[in-house]
């Protein structure tokens, strides 16, 4: 197999385990405030991960990928905070698309700046796949709250940041995958708590540590998928396939919890395979 084919391939798993994390994660914001599930995550994944680190005595990355890492880690941690307040402010559907556009959208620029312009097919890929990602993740507004232009703001604010987020672990990789998901552990977890104590999430402080933990593993695979593709690849490739993880969500809801999908989601996810075809060839 090609790098191109890997870097897709892997891509998909990130894809895959970042669906499930959300899912996880949705399931345990039913019970608890969204935050704290989130923080329960990543401070259990940064333990884990450091007892690993520390058990096999991997060595620092270099301050340069170390740098990055925390950088990435801290700021999608805020990132994630952003978009749950934007997602709190009105409808749903148009700002979680917006976010998730971006989410890819700014990596593939990045790419097209320092990469250079990607083959023909994979141009078409991209393509495919950012359309896909609407298509998935808009769900046209029936009746109900209108999306305010400030939840719009913060939306794209959110999805920036966690394209930026892409692009800061993609120049940290090559300090060692479990080394930069580590870094970008630590600072996020802090983050996370920084965010909590500013704002501390309204409800019951309780029943959120196995959900949390569940999603935390679940978000830290995806993380460590991620970091690979990034490594065999092109960083476009990687972060378009990667952000595909909506189908993920939605197709564990069509499992679990007998939630159909839309004819548009189902338009997307079938788009979205074309589009990895393309991306790996």
């Given at each position: 197999m090609n790098a191109a084919g890997a870097s897709a391939g892997i891509g998909l798993?990130?894809?895959?385990?970042?669906?499930?994390?959300?899912?996880?994660?949705?399931?345990?914001?039913?019970?608890?405030?969204?935050?704290l599930v989130v923080a329960s995550g990543h401070i259990f994944s940064f333990f884990l991960l450091l007892g690993y680190c520390l058990t096999i005595r991997l060595h620092l990355p270099d301050q340069h990928s170390l740098l990055f890492a925390m950088l990435g880690g801290f700021e999608g941690s805020i990132a994630l905070a952003i978009f749950y307040r934007a997602l709190a402010m009105g409808a749903m559907g148009l700002t979680a698309a917006l976010t998730g556009v971006l989410t890819a959208l700014v990596p593939v620029g990045f790419s097209f700046f320092t990469d250079g312009l990607p083959r023909p097919l994979s141009a078409a890929g991209l393509a495919a796949g950012l359309v896909a990602i609407w298509l998935i993740t808009h769900?046209?507004?029936?009746?109900?709250?209108?999306?305010?232009?400030?939840?719009?703001?913060?939306?794209?604010l959110a999805g920036t940041l966690f394209g930026a987020q892409l692009i800061l672990f993609k120049i940290a990789s090559p300090g060692g995958v479990v080394a930069t998901m580590t870094a970008g552990r630590a600072a996020g977890g802090l983050a996370m708590v920084l965010v909590i104590l500013v704002a501390p999430p309204k409800g019951?402080?309780?029943?959120?540590?196995?959900?949390?933990?569940?999603?935390?593993?679940?978000?830290?695979?995806?993380?460590?998928?991620?970091?690979?593709?990034?490594?065999?690849?092109?960083?476009?490739?990687?972060?378009?396939?990667?952000?595909?993880?909506?189908?993920?969500?939605?197709?564990?809801?069509?499992?679990?919890?007998?939630?159909?999908?839309?004819?548009?989601?189902?338009?997307?996810?079938?788009?979205?395979?074309?589009?990895?075809?393309?991306?790996?060839?």
């Open positions: 798993c990130s894809a895959a385990s970042w669906g499930g994390a959300d899912f996880v994660g949705g399931m345990g914001a039913r019970r608890a405030p969204a935050l769900a046209p507004q029936k009746e109900g709250p209108s999306t305010p232009p400030a939840a719009l703001m913060l939306g794209a019951e402080w309780k029943g959120f540590w196995g959900m949390g933990i569940l999603a935390g593993l679940l978000d830290t695979a995806g993380n460590l998928f991620y970091l690979r593709a990034a490594q065999l690849g092109r960083l476009d490739v990687a972060a378009v396939v990667c952000s595909l993880y909506p189908a993920g969500t939605i197709l564990l809801a069509a499992l679990v919890l007998r939630e159909r999908p839309t004819s548009r989601q189902i338009t997307g996810m079938a788009l979205a395979l074309g589009a990895v075809v393309l991306l790996s060839l």
